[in-house]
């Protein structure tokens, strides 16, 4: 057990039966009042953020989570195989645990598992994507004016806003925490 003088970022933690792992925190001393640690907790599973208070010294359960990086190879039915860097072993992964990120990999990508002894419980894909468009439609000339946006389709599946002057077989750089378009790449 670990209490709230052990905060740091990135921590993994059990509250309320399930794992958050801490995005920041501030320690509070308001006056007379007891003081208290304000926390940013992201939950593992589905990605919401949330606010909360736990009194100065509170206990909690940290847990001891290990990171290993592994190389999105292919898929086989529904699920994907990935090899771990290190040792070239091959694991399977269901598409719900790598959830809205898996229309952003590619075949070669490097991602991030966290585990809990042997259970994976977080999937960890890199923030930026370079992707190539594959269908989108043509901009009109003239059509400049303001900031406009068309749907454009990548090589994996993914439909993403893309300004006008994008066209197919052009490189794009995305936010996979968004699903923006970031830039053009050459």
Known sequence: MATTADFRPGM???WNNELFTLVEFQHVNPGNWRAFVRAKLKNL???????????????????????????????EGADFVLMDNETYEQINVAPEIIGEGE??????????????????????????????ITDTEPGMKGDTVSNVLKPA??????????????????????????????????
């Open 12 to 14: 993994v933690i059990r």
């Open 45 to 75: 599973k589905t990605g919401r953020v949330l606010e909360n208070r736990f009194r100065a010294g509170e206990s909690i359960d940290s847990v001891r989570v290990e990171r290993k990086t592994f190389q999105y190879l292919y898929r």
């Open 103 to 132: 229309k952003y990999l590619k075949e070669n990508v490097n991602i991030d598992l966290l585990f809990d002894d042997t259970r994976i419980i977080a999937v960890e894909i890199p923030i930026f994507v370079i992707l190539q």
């Open 153 to 186: 389709t990548t090589e994996t599946g993914a439909v993403v806003m893309v300004p006008l002057f994008v066209e197919s077989g052009t490189m794009i750089k995305i936010d996979t925490r968004t699903g923006d378009y970031v830039e053009r790449v050459k």
